[in-house]
Structures are given as C-alpha cells and as structure tokens.
C-alpha cells in the first residue's frame, strides 16, 4: 500500500507570485483533502475533492482553487500570495464512500512547506 | 459551523504518568472524532478515533471517550513514555463528506 505523498517538500515564492501544490493520495483513497496548517495551529480546511468534483470548502478566499485528476491526485493553486500564506499545506486522502468502516479515515501526506517574503 | 475547543494548550507529565487531553465541539450533528499525533516536522497522525454510537475506545495504552450529550470527548494515555511526547489533535466531523474541523493541539511532553 502506497502512502499519501507531496510535492515540493519546501517552496519559497515573492509576495503576488503564483503556486501549484501536489499530492498523490493514498493507493485506493478516492477523496483528497486540503489543509493549511500555521506554526502552532490546527490543520485548517481548504477544500476537499471526491471523484473529480469538490465537495466542500473552508474559509478560504477563491485565489486558492484545486483539482482532482482521474487517477485521484490533486493539486492546490494560490494566485496573488501573500505574507500570510506562509504555513505548512497538507493534503490528506481517504477512501470516502467505500463501505467499510474506514472509509472516513484520513492519512496525511508529508506537507508542504511554503514561505513567501 | 463547528468550533472545537482543546485543554490543555501543554501538559507537561512524568514517564509512567497518565495524561488527560480534553475537547469539546459545538455541532451536534457531530458524529466522528478522530486523534491526532504530530512529532516535530512529521504529518499528523491518526492515532484513534471514535463514532457517535460508542462511549468509550480503547488501543493499548490509549483510549477515547465521548459524552454526546455534554458535547465532549478526551483522550487518555496511560503508562506514558517519552516517545509519546508530540503535539495531539482533536477532531470533530459531522455528514458523509466527513470534513474534521480540528482543536488547536496539545503539546504533551513527557519527562523520563
């Protein structure tokens, strides 16, 4: 069984610059999960993706949008970065849906880190 | 939305010692709550989880227990080790997509 993975591990982009983050999701997990976690805090949620199409999302504003691909990777887009946007970004996959008992079950990948200056 | 409130912010115990994480959520339409650990620099970990139709879960030395009714939930370490000392995370999901709105985290430190 193939863990959730993420790439690049470290980023550091300018104020205004754009970003893609990756995550490969666990071998069976259909639903893909992204969090922002800043020093000393909770995960927060971005987004989730389920079979391609988003199926809920945090308070985040729209310059961070996502995708889902047929195998069920996912990126993570931020346009227009700001300071504040400097935090580790997991993602995280589960196999939503299943029936089983795990099929809420999240494994995060490794993260992201991101700074921008 | 949910709110979800973690005590203590640090807990600070002796090796062998039992450790006590508490959590509370507003939402009571909550009805999965998992656990987190997270070393220094590594991803979260779920560690133990529980459903809205069990009170209490135990995994070795870790066990979870919910009061749906006060809306809160703790995590129990019994025996602790040194290897146990990270940051734990509560969480609280409600529906079928199954979204966890997480607690601040606790950093439990454990003197040998």
């Known amino acids: 069984e193939t863990g959730v993975t993420q790439s690049p591990t470290h980023l550091i982009k300018t104020r205004g610059q754009q970003v893609t983050l990756r995550c490969s999701s666990q071998s069976g997990h259909n639903t893909v999960s992204w969090y922002q976690q800043a020093l000393g805090q909770g995960p927060q949620f971005i987004f989730q993706y389920y079979r391609e199409e988003e199926n809920g999302r945090g308070n985040f504003p729209p310059r961070f949008s996502g995708l889902q691909f047929p195998n069920y990777s996912s990126e993570l887009n931020v346009n227009a970065l700001e300071l504040d946007d400097s935090a580790l970004y997991l993602c995280a996959s589960s196999p939503l849906g299943q029936t089983n008992s795990h099929s809420y079950e999240q494994y995060f990948g490794p993260g992201t880190r991101l700074t921008v200056t | ?112």
Not at chain 2, 4 to 26: F, M
Not at chain 2, 54 to 70: F, P, Y
């Open chain 2, 1 to 112: 939305g949910e709110n979800v409130e973690q005590h203590p912010s640090t807990l600070s115990v002796q090796e062998g010692d039992s450790a006590v994480i508490k959590c509370t959520y507003s939402d009571s339409a909550s009805n999965y709550f998992p656990w987190y650990k997270q070393e220094l620099g590594k991803r979260p970990q779920l560690i133990i989880d529980i459903r809205s139709n069990v009170g209490e879960k135990k995994d070795q030395r870790i066990a979870v227990t919910l009061n749906k009714t006060a809306k809160h939930f703790s995590l129990h370490i019994t025996e602790t080790q040194p290897e146990d000392s990270a940051v734990y995370f509560c969480a609280a999901s409600a529906g079928g997509s199954y979204i966890p709105t997480f607690g601040r985290g606790t950093s439990l430190i454990v003197h040998p």
